[in-house]
């Protein structure tokens, strides 16, 4: 009996109709929970969008002379938009690094890449006219299923940077170098190196993209918010391509596909942070789906598309540009799944090489910034392979961060390791990937239509996993990648289904994931939102922090108050979170040589380093006492020369303790700020 027959009760409803529905439920479910939050989305959404738009025409005449010929207009406009993205973020690089940030001349380059796109756009195959095979009504309606986390994502992309999460400590790497980074290239009008923050070494595609959104809107904190939005957009755009790869196979598969996808919680918690594995995802799935297209889809012959694999080779390139655990998360595990596919070793060998060469070509723009500005392509990386001594840098540098990010004692036992393993991944409190996923998977390689390409997603799987428990120190987060295999694992056990107790059983499963999916992520949302029943109304609450108002900032009440010298300059010790900070300050991550903590050690007498201050300019100290408390408890550790005696000398020679912060209840002192004399006489 087929699956249509079986599920004929259900009833029907056309594509565009359900794709109405599933919007109006997002639109009176986001209405009903904050209507802010849907106008700052509408609103701060639009530079994102444009964003996505110019991205898609870049990368279209590629797309097109690479995918278009398969004759699915949608799956070349799913590529193209994963091409053009990677193009655009390149293209933000070059002019970065030459100096050309400027507004106009960004939009003009914008303007060109365009153009060609236009030119295509009208020229793709028409996509192909296959029998609507999902004409069994219930696999359809479980597009409902995606509405709870469409709903979150819109709500949490408009959250201010700094609100969530408590795992990623409040966003503390979105303030100290995800945003940060951009907003120093935004001002100085350039990409160079940085001496006092190690990260604006790593691959950075998304921090690009993040920096043009700044550009277009013309502000950092506006540009933040849109590019947060661009972050979600990127997300909902993983779970388009998840279909778009499953539909081949079938509606039904893409549908299962997508859901599957769409309902995996840790898109939710992306899209409340502006990291970068949305855009890693979307990357990757675009490469993985490429290299499934690169093959025939019956799996009975070896007739590889050279093409198809050149788009994969591409798109692991550009996942690599997001972040350098891209290599051993993307490229390395879609190489191992190529060679899984292909058969004869001749023919993977040219496979592999087409493959291996394309990412080298996507990714080489990092490895040469990188090695014109530090000597090393990998910096910070390998530096036993690639000695690199760049200003703020050296061999006690490399060996703090290596050792610092490496696996720690109680983390390189093989027992510990395989509890890490089960608690962040099969056991997360959070339920981040769900059981259904693992569930499905599972289902899938044990069926008699089990094929190549699935045997090649299990081997991608494996290679991830093997890297995330045996190359890191075993945090949640970097096992994100392992959403594509099994997305896509999951969605196919669908294919080939007829008998009626089949399906019901895919469905209800799919229904209880969703459902359990959605109602973990509800619960992580409301211990971020919600305080004694009542929600904070976190949407679009920028002024919340610039003014000072959360626990732990009050400090930002004074730096940004319209009363604090316009002149001044800010040396900030022991804080390295410096994106809300308004007026001209200095930061120094834990890892780089911090120019302040070797002026205390080579200055003969506090004067000597008052005089060395002021020849730098500053006018003012702000200490973070409670963060140096927290890092020296930590593997990162802190300076031991920093202590309060340096400061008490310093009081004796023109810098005075002006302002004390405190935060909780009862009050902690967390901080202090102090002040040279005649910038206290010129404010006042």
Not at 69 to 91: E, N, Q
Request: aromatic share 10%.
């Amino acid at each position: 009996m087929s699956s249509s027959a079986s599920t004929s009760v259900i009833p029907g409803i056309s594509s565009r109709a359900l794709l109405l529905t599933v919007l109006v439920l997002t639109i009176i479910c986001v209405w009903v929970e904050s209507p802010t939050a849907l106008f700052l989305f509408a609103v701060d959404g639009l530079p994102a969008l444009i964003i996505l738009a110019i991205a898609t025409l870049a990368g279209l005449p590629i797309a097109n002379s690479l995918s278009g010929r398969s004759g699915d207009r949608w799956w070349t406009l799913i590529v193209a938009l994963g091409l053009g993205l990677g193009l655009v973020s390149t293209a933000i690089l070059v002019l970065g690094v030459i100096g050309c940030l400027q507004r106009w001349i960004v939009l003009l380059v914008l303007v060109a890449m365009t153009v060609p796109g236009l030119l295509v756009v009208r020229k793709l195959v028409p996509a192909s006219n296959k029998t609507d095979d999902y004409r069994d009504a219930a696999w359809r309606w479980c597009w409902i299923l995606v509405v709870p986390s469409i709903v979150l994502i819109i709500i949490v992309s408009v959250a201010p940077p700094g609100v969530l999460w408590q795992e990623e400590g409040n966003g503390y790497d979105v303030l100290e170098y995800h945003l940060q980074l951009p907003r120093e290239y935004l001002h100085s009008g350039q990409i160079d190196y940085v001496p006092h923050n190690v990260y604006a070494n790593f691959p950075a595609n998304a921090e690009m993209l993040y920096l043009l959104s700044m550009l277009l809107v013309g502000d950092v904190y506006a540009g933040a918010a849109s590019a947060k939005i661009l972050n979600a957009l990127i997300g909902v755009a993983c779970v388009a391509t998840a279909y778009m790869i499953g539909r081949r196979r079938g509606q039904n598969v893409g549908v299962v596909t997508g859901v599957l996808a769409a309902t995996t919680g840790w898109l939710v918690y992306l899209s409340g942070i502006a990291y970068v594995e949305n855009l890693l995802l979307l990357f990757g799935f675009v490469a993985a789906g490429a290299l499934m297209r690169a093959f025939d889809p019956r799996d009975t012959q070896s007739r590889v598309s050279s093409r198809e694999l050149i788009v994969a080779g591409l798109l692991a390139g550009f996942a690599c540009g997001c972040k350098y655990t891209g290599v051993v998360m993307i490229a390395l595990p879609v190489v191992a799944a190529l060679a899984m596919i292909d058969r004869g070793w001749s023919q993977r060998l040219r496979s592999m090489f087409i493959v291996g060469a394309s990412a080298l070509l996507a990714f080489s723009p990092w490895l040469i910034k990188n090695a014109a500005m530090t000597g090393n392509p990998v910096f910070p990386l390998l530096h036993q392979v690639f000695e690199a001594h760049p200003e703020g840098w050296g061999s006690v540098e490399a060996d703090h961060f290596a050792d610092s990010h490496n696996p720690g004692p109680d983390e390189s036992v093989l027992s510990a390791r395989i509890a890490l393993t089960w608690r962040h991944i099969l056991a997360d409190p959070h339920h981040r990937f769900g059981p259904m996923l693992f569930i499905l998977a599972a289902w899938r390689l044990t069926t008699a239509r089990r094929s190549r390409l699935d045997i090649a997603l299990a081997a991608m799987a494996i290679v991830q996993l093997l890297v995330w428990f045996g190359l890191t120190h075993l945090y949640a987060r970097f096992a994100i990648p392992l959403m594509i295999p099994l997305v896509l694992l999951g969605g196919r056990v669908v294919d080939g289904v007829r008998s009626r107790s089949r399906a019901t059983v895919l469905i209800a499963i799919l229904v209880a994931g969703g459902l359990f999916n959605a109602t973990q992520t509800w619960r992580l949302y409301r211990e971020h939102y919600y305080v004694e029943g009542q929600r904070v109304p976190w949407d679009g609450a920028t002024a919340f922090f610039l003014t000072g108002q959360g626990g732990g900032h009050e400090h930002l009440a004074v730096l940004n108050a319209t009363s604090f010298p316009e002149d001044a300059k800010v040396l900030m010790v022991g804080d390295a979170k410096a994106f809300y900070v308004k007026p001209d300050a200095d930061y120094c991550v834990v890892f780089n040589r911090n120019p302040f903590v070797t002026a205390i050690r080579e200055a003969e007498s506090a004067k000597q380093l008052s005089d060395w201050l002021r020849e730098r300019g500053y006018t003012h100290i702000f200490v973070h006492w409670s963060e140096i408390a927290r890092l020296r408890g930590s593997r990162y550790g802190f300076p031991k020369e920093v202590t309060p005696d340096v400061f008490l000398q310093l009081s004796q020679h023109g810098w005075d303790r002006t302002h004390v912060f405190s935060t909780g209840d009862p009050p902690i002192r967390y901080g202090e700020l102090y002040t040279f004399r005649d910038a206290t006489a010129k404010a006042r």
